[in-house]
């Protein structure tokens, strides 16, 4: 047997105060496609971005086809055969596609060939593409093409592929994995990062997996039970929440109709969308990113203001009041963004206590606060939901993203909320911070809370709603008894395709 | 009153050269922001470019190395913005204030001994035939060459902006640092580079009005052009050929609002004077709903931390 | 090779200690851009820093440094509110000019009528002309979204242009002579803004400025407003998700820090500089813009940082007299502070570590 295309031995990263990579060695052969399992925080990335020249290993090597490997920048890697689509994408909202393209190549084509290599690739790969097209237009799907298409333009041998499913609709998957076997086929190699089981063992040929940066066991996913795999993963048995729904509550949340323009240029607005919400119920919205949540979110805040009858709170008109308004009468929010939106980064949590806390907490009198209570506070959700930190004093930015996302949460659960809206509530969580978290959120609602949960990952949503709907290009698609929901329906609600179009 | 004395010829003519300072200096800030970054330093850069230039020419007697130590000049000035916002990760907007003030003090020192002198004059374009063509030879045809330079670089900028590999990478930094970045672009160079050229083009500017516009030397004698450059590049909604347009357009406000003082209107002389800057908030508050040409990283610190 | 490497939270340490090491560094540098000029530079250094304050003539100048600091702090807690929520009013200048004139032209045209009410009218006028001055910036950036420091900027020039005509036309000394320039308020019993207490330069401005020293400390420790202002300059979107009004708050700041500079016009209006006149600004409020950086954009860091700009005013005029240092030599140097200010702030937030390249 030859040698393998990429060799990497025993590769070490560390960062302040966190070893990310600890000896982490495997191969990947020609034409293989090899998964990257972990979970979030288990240091897959930065051993694709060691590979990709982006970050240097403290110590280790590589090899590629043999030679010594060590890309100092991604042209070096590129030149040597490694492209990578990444995971938060890495376009230009306000360049073309042909423009993204090109800023992805060595040695571009001018730009009127390029527009028709795009053209001719992308359609062989069935990935069409309008090379015309500005990038802050496109779904996230196309997004994506776009950055698969600047691989694929430069003939790599390996191609990375960094979480590529979780923009994705379930049919925009199975398109995708075409493709990738399409490539495979014809001798590329593919290193596939993943923590979603199913989707390696129905692509991947081998898989690696990581565990708190350290390379816990290879497999052969297809051989291998999904049970197997998830246990190298997390370490341990997860614990899985319980529900017990109750489902003649009254309606607390009612939304009517709403429309609302983003406030961001290449945002989504919101079209027309229409729901409610019944006491102890749990409403799970599903969707592509970009599709409206970050402005739904807003729009219940209060952030985003409506016309007063498109959010009502128990029969209140409530659409024109802001958040301070909203949570006097127990409307409670937790937005997606942890850093800079959900919290001050650079505000101690004492501060960031008080920042959604004011109101409900009574931690302000006159106009003067009350630092005691809100260190009192900050206290009780450190406490409550065990957030590990050294003190309350400490700026939020110091927390690790699953610290901070409990803190986040914490302090809007504590808060007894009447309504509560979170947005991606375990994003960037290990998995028993996340089983934490969607714990409390299962209690608040036994305690009669209207929940509704924005999420991108559907497992999450499936395990923890009582009712699912999704969001597509800013309307909501009819809401449906989340029990019995297969893949193929819940893949056409968030394709924006309704029961009945589906059915003709 | 005598509005006949405005000879409309020589207001076109005298319009292209008052407008040149600004042009300048506001396409070399097209080019910072386009990179990203916000330098707010324009006004300290022109003055610092005017007293350099004003003072090599005196010294060589050259006007051409006037003009080379005024680019020089700014783009040093610039340089310690770069070194600020993009080495030590310093606030935008106070660094390049700090940039004004400095180099409004430091101008004021250099310039101590040039008070009162009379610079070499910059000899002007003659070409025969079109210079004697009526009318249109005394609008286009006699200028002296930084004005020409000034237009030159004008459609330079918008050529490499828009068809070059170098306008693509500096426009993709400045609308995406991390993703420039993560594509193994330097953002850090790219932005120092721009930086570099917008302080050239200001010191450019500012050695335009100390020694073609004006011709001497005075302390403070750029008197917000550098501010109003900074607005001219909001006006024009980051596009080259409008800084063009926007730039003659505001040339002309300001002669004739001169050709009005001469002329002797019954308008107290200072509300005149204020004209341009009251005539600029204006702008700004037409064109600033329009925001969508604006770079997305601007004004934001990079930071490869990983 | 040097990397900066992000700490996990600002230091507390740095934060103090920056603006020593800006102001040692800055005596260093100042003192070579002197000695550049043919200066010792260490008899220049003790001339700005050390005569003023324990020369044979410090008995006249202590006072100086409540009367050039007053107007700087004031006008930098006023800026310091706005650049702490990343409002940047840097038309003090402007400000302060037009709280000046509305001032003076109110006491003026109340002469020669004696009353204890006038010198009340004239602030209340000055404050509110400032604040309707910085509200235009203000109102036109809620409205047409217009960039603050623009306009803030541009409304500097208009006012040095309305000062001019002011003091040429409608406030000049009808008894003047035909000399430009209004009449001197220190003639005018009633709107003379006086020394409180004889020989120590403490006037109402003075006063005000230390109150405002006092208002912003408490504002921004133990109330709403000043949690909300801090708030928004950290992370304005987690500012907009806590319910803090984006277009209030700019309102307040544009307007609180209008006022104040507008009160320190007036008060020098109306005390030290006496009259309107061409040339009656003398750039402070672009120096309070060094002065609030300087103070860390926290009240006590700007009651410092004030006294020590005022220090290299009154400094800079005795080397100027003594020394023949130039004026524009300490105009320089107080850029340079601003400079090394900024360059030496990365330590709060980030580490430097000396990496030797290719170890990796």
Same mark, same amino acid.
């Given at each position: 047997?030859?040698?393998?295309?990429?060799?990497?031995?025993?590769?070490?990263?560390?960062?302040?105060?966190?070893?990310?990579?600890?000896?982490?060695?495997?191969?990947?052969?020609?034409?293989?496609?090899?998964?990257?399992?972990?979970?979030?925080?288990?240091?897959?990335?930065?051993?694709?971005?060691?590979?990709?020249?982006?970050?240097?290993?403290?110590?280790?090597?590589?090899?590629?086809?043999?030679?010594?490997?060590?890309?100092?920048?991604?042209?070096?890697?590129?030149?040597?055969?490694?492209?990578?689509?990444?995971?938060?994408?890495?376009?230009?909202?306000?360049?073309?596609?042909?423009?993204?393209?090109?800023?992805?190549?060595?040695?571009?084509?001018?730009?009127?060939?390029?527009?028709?290599?795009?053209?001719?690739?992308?359609?062989?790969?069935?990935?069409?593409?309008?090379?015309?097209?500005?990038?802050?237009?496109?779904?996230?799907?196309?997004?994506?093409?776009?950055?698969?298409?600047?691989?694929?333009?430069?003939?790599?041998?390996?191609?990375?592929?960094?979480?590529?499913?979780?923009?994705?609709?379930?049919?925009?998957?199975?398109?995708?994995?075409?493709?990738?076997?399409?490539?495979?086929?014809?001798?590329?190699?593919?290193?596939?990062?993943?923590?979603? %089981?199913?989707? $390696?063992?129905?692509?991947?040929?081998?898989?690696? @997996? /990581?565990? #708190? =940066?350290?390379?816990? *066991?290879?497999?052969?996913?297809?051989?291998?039970?999904?049970?197997?795999?998830?246990?190298?993963?997390?370490?341990?048995?997860?614990?899985?929440?319980?529900?017990?729904?109750?489902?003649?509550?009254?309606?607390?949340?009612?939304?009517?109709?709403?429309?609302?323009?983003?406030?961001?240029?290449?945002?989504?607005? %919101?079209?027309? $969308?229409?729901?409610?919400?019944?006491?102890?119920? @749990? /409403?799970? #919205? =599903?969707?592509?990113? *970009?599709?409206?949540?970050?402005?739904?979110?807003?729009?219940?805040?209060?952030?985003?203001?409506?016309?007063?009858?498109?959010?009502?709170?128990?029969?209140?008109?409530?659409?024109?009041?802001?958040?301070?308004?909203?949570?006097?009468?127990?409307?409670?929010?937790?937005?997606?963004?942890?850093?800079?939106?959900?919290?001050?980064?650079?505000?101690?949590?004492?501060?960031?206590?008080?920042?959604?806390?004011?109101?409900?907490?009574?931690?302000?009198?006159?106009?003067?606060?009350?630092?005691?209570?809100?260190?009192?506070?900050?206290?009780?959700?450190?406490?409550?939901?065990?957030?590990?930190?050294?003190?309350?004093?400490?700026?939020?930015?110091?927390?690790?993203?699953?610290?901070?996302?409990?803190?986040?949460?914490?302090?809007?659960?504590?808060?007894?909320?009447?309504?509560?809206?979170?947005?991606?509530?375990?994003?960037?969580?290990?998995?028993?911070?996340?089983?934490?978290?969607?714990?409390?959120?299962?209690?608040?609602?036994?305690?009669?809370?209207?929940?509704?949960?924005?999420?991108?990952?559907?497992?999450?949503?499936?395990?923890?709603?009582?009712?699912?709907?999704?969001?597509?290009?800013?309307?909501?698609?009819?809401?449906?008894?989340?029990?019995?929901?297969?893949?193929?329906?819940?893949?056409?609600?968030?394709?924006?395709?309704?029961?009945?179009?589906?059915?003709? | 009153?005598?509005?006949?004395?405005?000879?409309?010829?020589?207001?076109?003519?005298?319009?292209?050269?008052?407008?040149?300072?600004?042009?300048?200096?506001?396409?070399?800030?097209?080019?910072?922001?386009?990179?990203?970054?916000?330098?707010?330093?324009?006004?300290?850069?022109?003055?610092?470019?005017?007293?350099?230039?004003?003072?090599?020419?005196?010294?060589?007697?050259?006007?051409?190395?006037?003009?080379?130590?005024?680019?020089?000049?700014?783009?040093?000035?610039?340089?310690?913005?770069?070194?600020?916002?993009?080495?030590?990760?310093?606030?935008?907007?106070?660094?390049?204030?700090?940039?004004?003030?400095?180099?409004?003090?430091?101008?004021?020192?250099?310039?101590?001994?040039?008070?009162?002198?009379?610079?070499?004059?910059?000899?002007?374009?003659?070409?025969?035939?079109?210079?004697?063509?009526?009318?249109?030879?005394?609008?286009?045809?006699?200028?002296?060459?930084?004005?020409?330079?000034?237009?030159?670089?004008?459609?330079?900028?918008?050529?490499?902006?828009?068809?070059?590999?170098?306008?693509?990478?500096?426009?993709?930094?400045?609308?995406?640092?991390?993703?420039?970045?993560?594509?193994?672009?330097?953002?850090?160079?790219?932005?120092?580079?721009?930086?570099?050229?917008?302080?050239?083009?200001?010191?450019?500017?500012?050695?335009?009005?100390?020694?073609?516009?004006?011709?001497?030397?005075?302390?403070?004698?750029?008197?917000?052009?550098?501010?109003?450059?900074?607005?001219?590049?909001?006006?024009?909604?980051?596009?080259?050929?409008?800084?063009?347009?926007?730039?003659?357009?505001?040339?002309?406000?300001?002669?004739?609002?001169?050709?009005?003082?001469?002329?002797?209107?019954?308008?107290?002389?200072?509300?005149?004077?204020?004209?341009?800057?009251?005539?600029?908030?204006?702008?700004?508050?037409?064109?600033?709903?329009?925001?969508?040409?604006?770079?997305?990283?601007?004004?934001?610190?990079?930071?490869?931390?990983? | 090779?040097?990397?900066?490497?992000?700490?996990?939270?600002?230091?507390?340490?740095?934060?103090?200690?920056?603006?020593?090491?800006?102001?040692?560094?800055?005596?260093?540098?100042?003192?070579?851009?002197?000695?550049?000029?043919?200066?010792?530079?260490?008899?220049?250094?003790?001339?700005?820093?050390?005569?003023?304050?324990?020369?044979?003539?410090?008995?006249?100048?202590?006072?100086?440094?409540?009367?050039?600091?007053?107007?700087?702090?004031?006008?930098?807690?006023?800026?310091?509110?706005?650049?702490?929520?990343?409002?940047?009013?840097?038309?003090?200048?402007?400000?302060?000019?037009?709280?000046?004139?509305?001032?003076?032209?109110?006491?003026?045209?109340?002469?020669?009528?004696?009353?204890?009410?006038?010198?009340?009218?004239?602030?209340?006028?000055?404050?509110?002309?400032?604040?309707?001055?910085?509200?235009?910036?203000?109102?036109?950036?809620?409205?047409?979204?217009?960039?603050?420091?623009?306009?803030?900027?541009?409304?500097?020039?208009?006012?040095?242009?309305?000062?001019?005509?002011?003091?040429?036309?409608?406030?000049?000394?009808?008894?003047?002579?035909?000399?430009?320039?209004?009449?001197?308020?220190?003639?005018?019993?009633?709107?003379?803004?006086?020394?409180?207490?004889?020989?120590?330069?403490?006037?109402?401005?003075?006063?005000?400025?230390?109150?405002?020293?006092?208002?912003?400390?408490?504002?921004?420790?133990?109330?709403?407003?000043?949690?909300?202002?801090?708030?928004?300059?950290?992370?304005?979107?987690?500012?907009?998700?806590?319910?803090?009004?984006?277009?209030?708050?700019?309102?307040?700041?544009?307007?609180?820090?209008?006022?104040?500079?507008?009160?320190?016009?007036?008060?020098?209006?109306?005390?030290?500089?006496?009259?309107?006149?061409?040339?009656?600004?003398?750039?402070?409020?672009?120096?309070?813009?060094?002065?609030?950086?300087?103070?860390?954009?926290?009240?006590?860091?700007?009651?410092?940082?004030?006294?020590?700009?005022?220090?290299?005013?009154?400094?800079?005029?005795?080397?100027?007299?003594?020394?023949?240092?130039?004026?524009?030599?300490?105009?320089?140097?107080?850029?340079?502070?601003?400079?090394?200010?900024?360059?030496?702030?990365?330590?709060?937030?980030?580490?430097?570590?000396?990496?030797?390249?290719?170890?990796?």
């Amino acid at each position: 047997m030859s040698a393998p295309l990429l060799s990497i031995q025993a590769l070490t990263k560390a960062y302040p105060g966190v070893v990310a990579n600890d000896s982490v060695s495997f191969d990947i052969e020609q034409g293989q496609v090899h998964a990257l399992l972990g979970e979030n925080g288990a240091g897959k990335s930065t051993v694709v971005k060691m590979i990709y020249g982006l970050v240097k290993p403290d110590s280790g090597s590589m090899t590629w086809q043999g030679a010594p490997f060590a890309p100092t920048d991604p042209n070096a890697a590129r030149s040597a055969g490694v492209g990578m689509v990444f995971q938060h994408f890495s376009l230009f909202d306000a360049l073309n596609v042909a423009e993204n393209v090109a800023l992805g190549m060595e040695n571009p084509p001018p730009m009127r060939d390029l527009a028709a290599r795009i053209k001719e690739v992308s359609e062989n790969y069935g990935l069409p593409l309008d090379p015309a097209r500005t990038v802050g237009d496109l779904s996230a799907g196309e997004r994506q093409r776009v950055e698969i298409i600047r691989c694929l333009l430069q003939d790599p041998k390996l191609l990375i592929m960094d979480e590529p499913t979780s923009v994705l609709t379930p049919q925009e998957v199975q398109i995708l994995f075409k493709t990738l076997r399409q490539l495979k086929a014809e001798g590329t190699s593919i290193l596939y990062i993943s923590h979603k %089981l199913e989707e $390696i063992r129905s692509l991947c040929d081998h898989a690696s @997996i /990581l565990r #708190l =940066g350290k390379n816990v *066991g290879e497999c052969i996913p297809a051989q291998t039970s999904a049970r197997n795999m998830a246990e190298l993963m997390v370490g341990d048995t997860l614990q899985t929440p319980t529900r017990t729904a109750n489902l003649d509550g009254e309606v607390l949340l009612n939304v009517r109709n709403l429309s609302a323009k983003s406030a961001s240029a290449f945002g989504t607005s %919101l079209k027309d $969308i229409s729901f409610s919400v019944k006491s102890g119920e @749990i /409403l799970g #919205l =599903g969707g592509v990113a *970009g599709n409206g949540q970050d402005e739904l979110l807003a729009a219940l805040s209060g952030e985003l203001r409506t016309s007063p009858d498109t959010v009502q709170i128990k029969g209140n008109p409530v659409g024109h009041l802001g958040p301070k308004n909203r949570r006097g009468i127990g409307t409670l929010a937790a937005p997606e963004e942890r850093l800079g939106h959900a919290a001050a980064p650079n505000m101690s949590l004492i501060e960031n206590a008080l920042l959604t806390g004011e109101v409900r907490q009574n931690l302000s009198k006159k106009g003067f606060v009350n630092w005691k209570g809100a260190q009192d506070f900050a206290q009780d959700i450190i406490k409550a939901f065990d957030v590990r930190t050294p003190g309350p004093d400490r700026a939020a930015r110091a927390l690790s993203g699953g610290n901070l996302q409990k803190f986040v949460i914490g302090r809007e659960v504590l808060q007894e909320p009447d309504v509560l809206v979170v947005n991606q509530p375990t994003w960037g969580v290990d998995a028993a911070a996340a089983a934490a978290i969607r714990q409390s959120l299962l209690d608040l609602a036994a305690k009669g809370t209207a929940l509704v949960v924005i999420s991108q990952d559907l497992d999450e949503l499936m395990e923890i709603s009582d009712r699912f709907g999704a969001l597509n290009e800013g309307r909501l698609s009819e809401i449906r008894p989340a029990a019995g929901l297969t893949i193929e329906e819940i893949g056409l609600m968030m394709g924006g395709v309704s029961a009945q179009e589906a059915a003709e | 009153m005598d509005l006949s004395a405005i000879n409309p010829v020589l207001l076109v003519a005298s319009l292209m050269v008052a407008a040149t300072p600004l042009l300048l200096a506001a396409i070399g800030e097209l080019v910072v922001e386009k990179a990203g970054v916000l330098n707010l330093g324009v006004e300290g850069m022109m003055i610092i470019g005017a007293i350099c230039g004003f003072a090599i020419a005196v010294e060589t007697t050259s006007p051409a190395l006037g003009i080379l130590a005024a680019m020089l000049g700014g783009a040093v000035l610039s340089l310690l913005f770069a070194f600020l916002t993009q080495v030590a990760l310093a606030n935008q907007v106070a660094s390049g204030l700090a940039l004004t003030l400095f180099g409004l003090g430091l101008s004021a020192l250099l310039g101590q001994s040039y008070v009162g002198i009379k610079p070499p004059a910059m000899a002007k374009l003659n070409i025969p035939v079109l210079s004697d063509l009526p009318i249109v030879g005394p609008i286009l045809f006699s200028h002296d060459p930084v004005l020409y330079i000034g237009l030159a670089i004008i459609a330079a900028t918008w050529a490499v902006l828009k068809f070059t590999r170098a306008g693509l990478i500096l426009r993709a930094v400045g609308e995406n640092h991390e993703a420039a970045h993560a594509l193994g672009y330097n953002v850090v160079r790219v932005r120092i580079l721009a930086i570099l050229f917008g302080g050239a083009c200001a010191g450019l500017g500012g050695a335009y009005i100390s020694l073609i516009r004006v011709p001497q030397w005075t302390e403070g004698m750029t008197a917000g052009v550098g501010w109003i450059a900074l607005a001219l590049v909001v006006f024009a909604s980051w596009k080259p050929w409008r800084v063009l347009l926007g730039a003659y357009l505001f040339g002309g406000l300001t002669v004739l609002q001169l050709n009005l003082q001469a002329a002797g209107i019954p308008i107290p002389v200072e509300y005149l004077a204020m004209s341009p800057y009251l005539i600029t908030i204006l702008v700004l508050v037409i064109m600033s709903a329009d925001k969508s040409g604006a770079p997305a990283s601007l004004g934001r610190i990079f930071h490869a931390s990983q | 090779m040097i990397r900066l490497e992000k700490r996990a939270e600002p230091s507390q340490l740095w934060s103090l200690l920056t603006p020593v090491v800006a102001v040692i560094t800055t005596m260093i540098a100042g003192g070579l851009l002197f000695a550049a000029l043919g200066k010792n530079p260490f008899v220049a250094i003790r001339t700005i820093f050390y005569d003023p304050l324990f020369g044979e003539f410090a008995f006249y100048y202590r006072p100086q440094l409540l009367v050039k600091g007053g107007p700087l702090i004031l006008i930098a807690i006023g800026l310091s509110l706005g650049f702490r929520a990343g409002i940047w009013n840097i038309g003090a200048e402007g400000q302060y000019i037009i709280g000046a004139l509305c001032g003076a032209g109110a006491g003026l045209a109340l002469y020669p009528m004696e009353s204890v009410l006038i010198f009340p009218l004239m602030i209340l006028c000055g404050l509110l002309g400032g604040m309707l001055w910085a509200m235009i910036p203000a109102i036109l950036k809620l409205k047409f979204g217009t960039n603050e420091i623009l306009v803030s900027l541009m409304l500097v020039y208009v006012a040095e242009q309305l000062l001019a005509s002011m003091s040429l036309g409608l406030l000049k000394n009808p008894e003047g002579f035909g000399f430009p320039g209004s009449r001197n308020l220190q003639d005018y019993p009633s709107a003379h803004n006086a020394e409180l207490i004889a020989g120590t330069g403490m006037h109402w401005g003075v006063l005000t400025a230390f109150i405002a020293v006092i208002f912003a400390y408490v504002l921004l420790k133990k109330h709403m407003l000043g949690f909300n202002i801090r708030l928004t300059g950290e992370a304005p979107r987690a500012a907009r998700f806590g319910g803090v009004n984006p277009n209030r708050l700019i309102l307040f700041c544009m307007g609180a820090s209008g006022a104040l500079a507008g009160l320190a016009g007036l008060f020098e209006v109306a005390g030290p500089a006496g009259q309107v006149s061409i040339d009656f600004n003398v750039g402070y409020g672009f120096t309070a813009i060094i002065v609030a950086f300087l103070g860390r954009l926290h009240p006590v860091g700007i009651l410092l940082a004030g006294l020590l700009m005022a220090l290299t005013y009154i400094g800079g005029d005795i080397a100027q007299s003594s020394l023949s240092l130039p004026s524009a030599a300490i105009q320089v140097f107080q850029g340079m502070l601003l400079f090394f200010l900024l360059a030496f702030d990365v330590l709060t937030n980030f580490r430097i570590r000396l990496a030797v390249k290719g170890a990796a």
